[in-house]
């Protein structure tokens, strides 16, 4: 996939950048990681510190210090997840900033203005995300509204790249957990089109793994082969792993670096909690299969005593390991993919990932 | 000055990794920052994770991922400074751990013991503390205490290093804010010797700071030219800038991260709170003059951003910021000692850091 910053390989895993920063990772430790794509936040940097002080200070990338392709979402997920009162209509929503509790109105052609200031590669289309257990009327309704926002919203882009603009704009494909609703969603999507990419929205919100797997495998084979396939908000490692068996090409969350913070550690075993008493005397590697300088530098005994003193060194070593083990995970399965071998490898890596000596 | 795990040029400013990590830097930043001396503290490894631990993990150089010089302190300070009862004999301070509570012992043989087992280029001898308000009777009774425990510290290193141990051992000296037993510590403190290198402890703990310049002014002459002095826990840029031209040779203190943690930025034209909203639209670094990486990476603007979003790497960025302005300033003291110009060159710094911009 070519962007305006560069090339991305896929899969690819996008590490979460929220507030104009991945938790805890400097732009050197995202390269050192290998990451080629970075997510911001739309709505966390309207809200703080506008997109106009972004913009003043030279954009996303400059702002940032970061070189390379980056994505923002579109404010919908958060709009619509965040704590806090909200009212949708079908002009847009007016929702209450968590950081000062200002009344602000976001709108489709608003949320494509923001991330045009910002000036990421990849803009995402403004939709209503509904929970995971909404009932057809509910996550109709929300997609009728996504679908109108979503034609809004591209003319509203098309007018801005009238220019020498480069950034895309992609669509987000809702209808909640009713299949008949997530097919109907694509067709009429795509006869907007055409698009440079699609993401798949509204999973991972609280239904059933199974419900993200059949969707997943009822629009694959509907999807166009060459447009990138972006299954937002995911996720664990064994979700990267079988949702790539389905046909998806990116990924984005906040596990790693959360989770990173909290103590947990991917490794090829499975994952590893580095505050656990057993780690104290320990030489060892987080994860000896692991080139990043976290296990090539410091034993778990040292990580432990991090953790344990409650020092910061402990969460920026833990969470660069996180988002290195995913972005080394996508190079693994690409390198399966392209050997035909996909399956196999699967077995391979599911079995020493849940029943490895951590676990 | 040779230790043993390289050279250190004097005067130098060494960052304090208090509990086997100089808050929020990386041995990379460390590096980057040009570092060659870190101080860990004795105190706080013993009570966690415990010399033990740190011994079988390889000692403090591999525990750390730091393979330039370490100094370790006595514990002394710690164990008269912390809070919670510690009763006080002429054999040690039984102190309360602060992690666990438990009650802990401390003697000048022990703290020796312990340094060892950690594997420091330099140990300190463990000394009795007195606050800067201390009358002559109580500055008498602990210097006499720090003298004889000296005497049995050094016992005891010598025969630790009766093998191939390359550790030197250097005495603090005591005497509170009485100039009169600050000389005859100094004097007794030489008849122990000889010592590769003198501290002088018991300052900048509430006195007021004539009294730190006077004790230096008097002792200054009377110190062995060829032996680097060591004004512990100082300190300020200015108190640097002050005490090179009083013979000092080697500092710590944790206000460099203690700082930059909380939003403080040491800079040419004085130190700069980039929490203040000032900084919001400013894309200039925090120091046009500095070589790091924050200042050649991010504008105020940002850095602000981060300090108001709460995140992680506001932190990671003014602290090794704040840590390379003090190496910066003990490497343009040495150059001005060198071309004989240290007076005029403190007048230059001292007008532009005290009416720049930022003050």
């Known amino acids: 996939m070519t962007l305006p910053h560069g090339e991305v390989q896929t899969p690819c895993f996008m590490p979460v950048g929220t507030q104009g920063t991945v938790r805890a990772l400097s732009p050197n430790d995202l390269r050192a990681a290998g990451a080629s794509l970075v997510l911001a936040n739309t709505y966390h940097?309207?809200?703080?510190?506008?997109?106009?002080?972004?913009?003043?200070?030279?954009?996303?990338?400059?702002?940032?210090?970061?070189?390379?392709?980056?994505?923002?979402?579109?404010g919908g997920f958060q709009v619509f997840s965040l704590e806090g009162s909200r009212t949708v209509s079908d002009d847009g929503v007016e929702f209450q900033s968590h950081v000062d509790g200002s009344r602000r109105f976001l709108t489709p052609e608003r949320a494509v203005e923001i991330q045009w200031a910002l000036g990421a590669d990849v803009a995402m289309a403004f939709d209503h995300v509904v929970p995971g257990g909404a009932d057809e009327a509910t996550a109709r309704d929300a997609l009728e509204r996504t679908l109108r926002w979503l034609e809004?919203?591209?003319?509203?882009?098309?007018?801005?790249?009238?220019?020498?603009?480069?950034?895309?704009?992609?669509?987000?494909?809702?209808?909640?957990?009713?299949?008949?609703?997530?097919?109907?969603?694509?067709?009429?999507?795509?006869?907007?089109g055409p698009w440079t990419g699609l993401a798949v929205g509204g999973l991972s919100v609280g239904e059933p793994k199974a419900v993200m797997y059949e969707t997943l495998e009822q629009l694959e084979p509907r999807l166009p082969p060459a447009v990138p396939r972006y299954l937002m908000g995911v996720g664990f490692p064994e979700d990267l792993v079988a949702a790539v068996a389905r046909g998806v090409d990116l990924f984005d969350c906040v596990a790693p670096t959360r989770n990173g913070r909290n103590g947990t550690a991917y490794t090829a075993d499975g994952p590893l909690n580095?505050?656990?008493?057993?780690?104290?005397?320990?030489?060892?590697?987080?994860?000896?299969?692991?080139?990043?300088?976290?296990?090539?530098?410091?034993s778990r005994g040292y990580l432990r005593h991090l953790f344990a003193a409650e020092e910061l060194l402990g969460l920026r070593l833990l969470s660069p390991h996180n988002v290195r083990y995913l972005i080394r995970l996508t190079a693994e399965m690409r390198a399966a993919i392209r050997s035909g071998d996909y399956e196999r490898w699967t077995a391979d890596w599911r079995r020493r990932y849940t029943q490895g000596e951590t676990t």
Chains 1, 2 share one sequence.
């Open 45 to 74: 940097l309207h809200v703080r510190p506008g997109e106009d002080v972004v913009g003043r200070l030279g954009g996303l990338h400059r702002f940032m210090g970061w070189d390379r392709p980056l994505l923002t979402d579109s």
């Open 152 to 192: 809004r919203g591209a003319r509203r882009h098309a007018e801005l790249k009238k220019g020498d603009g480069t950034q895309t704009l992609w669509p987000i494909l809702q209808g909640g957990s009713h299949q008949a609703l997530r097919l109907e969603a694509l067709d009429r999507v795509l006869a907007i």
């Open 274 to 298: 580095i505050r656990n008493a057993a780690h104290r005397d320990d030489p060892r590697p987080l994860d000896s299969t692991c080139d990043c300088e976290t296990c090539t530098t410091f």
